[in-house]
C-alpha cells in the first residue's frame, strides 16, 4: 500500500558499511513490522514495533541487526558491517492496533538491499 | 515452530485455464491472509478469512478457508495475463497473536501463457 513510505527504494552497499532503511507507517498507524525477502522465497517476519518499544524482535538475527521506532521520525532497520548474505528486499509494514484477531497489515513497496 | 507450507511452488498455465493455490500450516490458526506481489513489488493484500470453513469470492478468485482452520486455498478461474505474479498464504497464530507477526508461505508463483 503506497501509505507506508520506504526509502532508499534501491540501496548498495560493500561489505562491511552499514545500511539504514527507513519506513514511515500509513498515518494514524503506530505499529510498524519488519520483513526479511531472500531471492526466491516468501517473507521473514523480523520485527515488531510500537514508537519507542521493541514488542517482539524474535526473527531479528542476533549479530548486526537493530530496529527502533522512535516518537518521532520514521522506523529504522539498521544493518551493521554488511555480508553479501544480508542482500534481499526488506518490506515494512504498519496496522493501526494489534493483538486483534483478523487486523491487516499493510505493506511499503520495499527497500532491496544489495551488497557487493 | 509454527510453519505454513504451501504449494506447488510453481504453476504454468495457459490463458483460460483454471489455477488453485494451497496453503497448509502446522498448527491451528485465527486467520489467513492472502497476498499477490508482481516481480519486482511489494506484496499487495488480497483478503483476510477469519471463520472456519469461511468461504469468500472476488471476481474470479474464490478464497477458502479449512473447517479446522489449518488449511485454505485460493483458486482462480479462467486465468488472465494480469493475474501473473507469486501468490502468497500468510497465518496469524492465535495463541501468539501480535497483529501483524504472520507466518508467511513459501508463494506459489503463477504464469499466464496467453
Known amino acids: 500500500n503506497a501509505g507506508v513510505m520506504q526509502n532508499p527504494r534501491h540501496l548498495v552497499r560493500r561489505r562491511g558499511q552499514e545500511a539504514r532503511l527507513r519506513c514511515s507507517p500509513m498515518?494514524?498507524?503506530?505499529?510498524v513490522y519488519w520483513y526479511r525477502q531472500l531471492p526466491e522465497e516468501g517473507l521473514k517476519f523480523m520485527v515488531y514495533?510500537?514508537?519507542?518499544?521493541?514488542?517482539?524482535e524474535s526473527g531479528m538475527p542476533k549479530e548486526r541487526f537493530s530496529a527502533e521506532f522512535p516518537k518521532e521520525g520514521p522506523s529504522i532497520l539498521r544493518i551493521q558491517q554488511v555480508v553479501r548474505g544480508d542482500s534481499a528486499a526488506y518490506f515494512c509494514?504498519?496496522?493501526?492496533?494489534?493483538?486483534?484477531?483478523?487486523?491487516?497489515?499493510?505493506f511499503g513497496e520495499g527497500s532491496w538491499l544489495t551488497v557487493v | 515452530g509454527q510453519q505454513v507450507m504451501q504449494i506447488p511452488q510453481y504453476q504454468h498455465v495457459q490463458e483460460g485455464e483454471d489455477f488453485t493455490t494451497y496453503c497448509n500450516s502446522s498448527t491451528t490458526l485465527s486467520n489467513i491472509q492472502w497476498y499477490k506481489q508482481r516481480p519486482g513489488g511489494h506484496p499487495v493484500f488480497l483478503i483476510q478469512l477469519v471463520k472456519s470453513g469461511e468461504v469468500k469470492k472476488q471476481k474470479r478468485l474464490t478464497f477458502q478457508f479449512g473447517e479446522a482452520k489449518k488449511n485454505s486455498s485460493l483458486h482462480i478461474t479462467a486465468t488472465q495475463t494480469t493475474d501473473v505474479g507469486t501468490y502468497f498464504c500468510a497465518g496469524a497464530d492465535p495463541i501468539y497473536n501480535q497483529g501483524g507477526k504472520l507466518i508467511f508461505g513459501q508463494g506459489t508463483e503463477l504464469s499466464v501463457k496467453p
Open positions: 509494514a504498519s496496522s493501526p492496533r494489534q493483538g486483534l484477531s483478523g487486523n491487516t497489515i499493510y
Open positions: 514495533l510500537q514508537k519507542e518499544n521493541i514488542i517482539d
Open positions: 498515518k494514524g498507524h503506530s505499529h
